[in-house]
């Protein structure tokens, strides 16, 4: 691995490791205003269901991609011009772009497809005028509750960039 992709993957090596031994979390659905609550206790002993997988995924934050895919599509290049308009206006906001996959393919498959989904999605943002310093990026791979995905629907859901506020 060369010293920049090293120096890419050393940040996700600290996210994994300060949140070893954590409780799972999952969001919870929007309240009446549209807006998630950053987490709700998910009961340990308890495996998501589907429905709560999907349902704990914010569409508005999230870029999609086909399988095996890292180019974003037209619905994406749309939603990605509303956030850099976003981010253009509030130069102090920042968002952490972080990649995810399903569980199809090996652990180190699946973190090259998430590093370059998240490059794209930096890239795309970046040409629509969003400076570097307002993005951090960060490839987590397969998602943790991928096992729980069968249905192609729960699966498309897992193969996603997440544009995070950065509070």
Known sequence: MSVQGFCR??????????????????????????????????????PLSEAQVIAAVDDEKSIFFASGQTMVD?????????????????????????????????????LLIAE??????????????????????YALGGEKNSNTCTSPACLAKMRRVELIDKE
Not at 15 to 36: E, F, H, I, N, Y
Not at 95 to 110: A, F, H, K, P, Q
């Open 116 to 137: 370059q989904r998240v490059d794209a999605v930096f890239r795309l943002l970046r040409s629509y005028g969003v400076p570097a310093r307002q993005l951090q990026r």
């Open 74 to 110: 037209e619905p994406g290049k749309q939603k990605l011009q509303l956030h850099a308009a976003r981010l253009k206006e509030n130069p102090k906001l920042q968002v952490r772009l972080v990649g995810y996959t399903d569980d199809r393919g090996s652990s180190s498959y699946n």
């Open 9 to 46: 993957v050393l940040p996700v090596l600290c996210l994994l490791t300060a949140c070893a031994g954590q409780p799972s979390v999952a969001p919870s659905a929007p309240d009446k205003k549209g807006k998630r609550p950053a987490a709700v206790q998910v009961d340990e002993g308890k």
